[in-house]
């Protein structure tokens, strides 16, 4: 496997002549059956880092300089992943910091992994054995901890411990189908952006515990700005994965509105109550299948051609009559078992209005867009399409 290691640069003369001959003679030695490149993006520093790289260059064959304008973190190693897939004939590219935060000794460990089967190595400061560095402040601890929990709490995803790590190995044929021209940001963000869409792809993702260190020469790049910059991203990607589902319950809000206003009108017209019930349920129904069709489901469009309009309107009913069904047999056990009436925190209340909210939330909402989603829109179909 031809693997190049990226690593990005501003003004790391002193850590990049010091990293250069450790990855060459204590780390690659270690490395079998693989080929290994370094590959320095170097952003233009003024502190003369690229000479000492085109040095490194003649001692070492296997080191590359790519140089550019300094626009941040992740278009530095956005910059370097296509030079690494279109000039290297990468087969998997690793991000490392050149200021040995990263222990340049755990490269063979990322390596391994991948060649035990993985996509995706994240070298994790959060499973046991990894650690974060002891000199950082409360600040700081707080920050790393509390944005990979943010994250993970978002995203829905447990199974990453470490979202924030900058120490990656990614197989090219994973990052190739990642547009990476068109990220949500060029810092630090980047990387959040890229491990949410290598996990899209369904990509085989392993963590190897990592000891972060702190800077041995200079001091942190990344700042506030950086830290907002890098949630803003989170979210967006977070919103984006359940767009759908966010429209769907929308729809449902303004239905059931809908349907509140249209029974109390119909009454106020003299129309029975059962009766003002089943039409304000009806013109429901009507709109939230209208609504959805036209929004929550409009990319479906080319789908829904082979299956006329008052078909899926039919299925739609069918289903919304199957959801009233669930909350009824659900409230006429629920009343049964309990009574008539609850106390919850010394209130009395009718065991059917106790019951119906869990019921809707838990069960109903559930069950309708998984109904949409399958039977009625056909979605699972897109990817095929």
């Known amino acids: 496997m031809n693997i190049v290691i990226i690593i990005p640069t501003y003004n790391e003369r002193s850590n990049v002549e010091k990293m250069m001959p450790v990855l060459e003679k204590e780390v690659f030695p270690h490395i079998h059956n693989h080929n290994v490149s370094i590959l320095i993006v170097d952003d233009n520093s003024p502190d003369g880092t690229a000479d000492i790289v085109?040095?490194?260059?003649?001692?070492?064959?296997?080191?590359?300089?790519?140089?550019?304008?300094?626009?941040?973190?992740?278009?530095?190693?956005?910059?370097g992943m296509k030079y690494a897939m279109q000039v290297m004939n990468a087969d998997a590219v690793m991000e490392f910091d050149s200021d040995f935060q990263h222990n340049p000794h755990d490269i063979p460990k990322l390596i391994?992994?991948?060649?035990?089967?993985?996509?995706?190595?994240?070298?994790?400061?959060y499973i046991k054995g990894g650690a974060i560095p002891k000199e950082w402040g409360l600040n700081r601890k707080f920050l790393s901890i509390f944005g990979g929990m943010f994250t993970r709490i978002v995203w829905l995803n447990f199974s990453i411990h470490d979202m924030t790590s900058g120490f990656k190995l990614t197989k090219t044929s994973f990052l190739r189908r990642i547009d990476l021209d068109h990220l949500l940001a060029k810092n630090f963000a980047y990387k959040m952006q890229i491990l949410h869409d290598i996990?899209?792809?369904?990509?085989?993702?392993?963590?190897?515990?990592?000891?972060?260190a702190e800077r041995e020469v200079g001091k942190s790049k990344i700042n506030v700005q950086d830290q907002l910059k890098s949630f803003y991203v989170v979210?967006?990607?977070?919103?984006?994965?359940?767009?759908?589902?966010?429209?769907?319950?929308?729809?449902?809000?303004?239905?059931?509105?809908?349907?509140?206003?249209?029974?109390?009108?119909?009454?106020?017209?003299?129309?029975?109550?059962?009766?003002?019930?089943m039409l304000g349920g009806e013109i429901a129904i009507l709109w939230n299948f209208l609504i959805n069709n036209k929004w929550t489901f409009k990319d479906t469009k080319h789908l829904s051609q082979s299956s006329k309009l008052w078909k899926r309107l039919v299925k739609f009913n069918v289903a919304s009559l199957a959801s009233i069904g669930l909350q009824g047999l659900v409230v006429y056990f629920a009343v049964k078992i309990l009574g008539e009436k609850l106390k919850i925190l010394n209130f009395t209340l009718h065991t059917s209005i106790a019951v119906l909210f869990p019921t809707i939330i838990l069960l109903v909402i559930p069950m309708n867009y998984v109904i949409y989603n399958r039977f009625i829109w056909k979605t699972h179909q897109l990817k095929k399409s």
């Open 235 to 277: 979210l967006r990607l977070g919103i984006y994965d359940r767009k759908r589902f966010l429209q769907f319950l929308i729809v449902g809000g303004s239905g059931f509105i809908l349907q509140f206003i249209s029974v109390y009108v119909f009454i106020i017209l003299g129309v029975k109550q059962f009766v003002a019930a």
């Open 54 to 79: 085109k040095l490194a260059m003649k001692k070492w064959s296997n080191i590359k300089l790519l140089s550019g304008m300094k626009e941040g973190l992740g278009a530095a190693y956005v910059r």
């Open 199 to 212: 996990v899209k792809l369904k990509a085989v993702v392993k963590e190897v515990p990592i000891v972060f």
């Open 112 to 125: 391994k992994a991948m060649d035990e089967g993985a996509d995706y190595v994240i070298g994790s400061r």
